[in-house]
């Protein structure tokens, strides 16, 4: 729930998004007495999501996580069905539609870059995405480097 809350306005500070929302969501499991060792899962699974290699080794929750952004960005899971992955995410998208979020995301990301450089620091997905907005400032359409 919390894995991109870090790209919104609220929760716009000085750190990289991932890690915004990664501060975000252990705030508010604080506010519900939650034990820590979760707490810490969950920021490692946050912060981590972008991050190809390490979020897959972390922790079983990291796992979840980055296999979630994955399917749900297109790219399936090496060992799953592919004819399975369609259905499900079909199934999951009549219920709750993309509403453009590549695009949305992408634009947000940038945006904060933008005004604040040091939240996409090199070789990072917000980066590439900045990289990638530089190149090109006018693209109307989804990030090149989504």
């Known amino acids: 729930m919390f ?3 870090g790209a919104t306005a609220e929760h716009n500070e000085d750190q990289r998004f991932e ?3 990664a501060d975000a969501a252990v705030y508010f499991m604080q506010k519900y ?5 979760d707490m810490e899962y969950v920021w490692q699974a946050i912060s981590l999501h972008t991050s190809p290699g390490i979020a897959e080794r972390i922790s079983p929750i990291a ?3 980055r296999l979630a952004v994955k399917l749900d960005f297109g790219h399936p899971h090496k060992h799953a069905d592919e004819t399975e992955q369609v259905e499900l995410c079909s199934s ?3 219920t709750t539609p993309r509403l453009s979020i590549e695009k949305v995301l992408g634009d947000a990301i940038v945006a904060q870059a933008v005004t604040n ?3 996409a620091p090199k ?3 917000p980066w590439c995405l900045l990289v990638a907005y530089q190149e090109n400032p006018h693209h109307e ?3 090149p480097g989504f």
């Open 3 to 5: 894995h991109d809350i």
């Open 19 to 21: 890690v915004e929302g």
């Open 33 to 37: 007495d939650s034990i820590k060792s």
């Open 63 to 65: 796992l979840c996580l």
């Open 92 to 94: 999951i998208e009549e």
């Open 117 to 119: 450089p040091v939240k």
């Open 123 to 125: 070789v990072s997905w």
């Open 141 to 143: 359409g989804v990030n």
